[in-house]
């Protein structure tokens, strides 16, 4: 199927080739919508605590202070950039303003920078559920379609029916670290054993880690053994807040 695929889309491209949605540039073969310019200048998560994921201000350090006081738990974090411009935007396109395409383009990005290395480590990527009045309004779940990209892009599957949103949750934005964990206390229920012991939960943002410590835990019911977090931005939280 991967190769099938694959052969779509350099047919595609023939025929559409893709352009940069940022500069309006050529964009890159067979079908990234990104040119190599624009891709170098976003802002890269270096150096970032290897716990949460949260930028570092230097290099020789691996967990910022709130990972060494209280293991978080998913075993490892990881983002492939900062939360800044133009990834923000990017991700409230696809988010909120229902740009599709910019999925395609953020879980390509996502899979190439996990790919030098995180995907080692896993067996399988499960993105973070959406509640199903949610997905519906919405269309899709963002989270699930950045997923299906970044698995494609680096050949492992995606993990589909194993955990549902069984509570619709308040919009996390504006909330602070605690207030974000009471929120999503009880949100998801295992529906099913999972088939792999190694997983990566995907999502788009990571801003306090508390979604995926609530779905960490029940991934733990079904099975998992290592779990690391996945984002394509992370955003800096100030302590105040929590990280």
């Known amino acids: 199927m991967e190769r099938v695929y694959e052969h779509l889309s350099q047919a595609v491209g023939r025929f559409f080739p893709p352009t940069c949605m940022l500069c309006l540039d050529p964009g890159q073969p067979p079908a990234l919508d990104l040119c190599p310019a624009c891709q170098g200048d976003l802002p890269r998560d270096l150096p970032a605590c290897t716990g949460c994921a949260l930028p570092l201000p230097r290099a020789d350090a691996f967990l910022c202070p709130d990972c060494l006081q209280r293991p978080r738990a998913f075993d490892a974090a990881f983002a492939a950039y900062r939360y800044e411009f133009p990834v923000d935007s990017l991700i409230r396109r696809l988010k909120y303003g229902g740009d599709l395409a910019v999925a395609r383009v953020l879980g390509t990005l996502l899979g190439q920078v996990a790919g030098t290395g995180h995907a080692l480590h896993v067996q399988a990527l499960l993105p973070v559920p959406l509640h199903r009045r949610r997905e519906a309004a919405r269309g899709y779940n963002q989270a699930g379609e950045i997923a299906r990209f970044a698995g494609r892009q680096m050949g492992l599957p995606v993990l589909a029916g194993y955990v549902r949103r069984s509570r619709a949750t308040a919009e996390q934005v504006g909330l602070g670290a605690l207030e974000r964990a009471e929120n999503l206390r009880g949100a998801f229920e295992l529906l099913r054993p ?37 984002t394509v931005a992370r955003a800096a939280v100030s302590p105040a807040r929590g990280a």
């Open 194 to 230: 999972l088939p792999v012991e190694r997983v990566a939960i995907v999502d788009d943002v990571m801003t306090t880690g508390s979604t995926a410590e609530e779905l960490a835990a029940v991934l733990r019911t079904g099975g998992a053994s290592w779990i690391e977090c996945w």
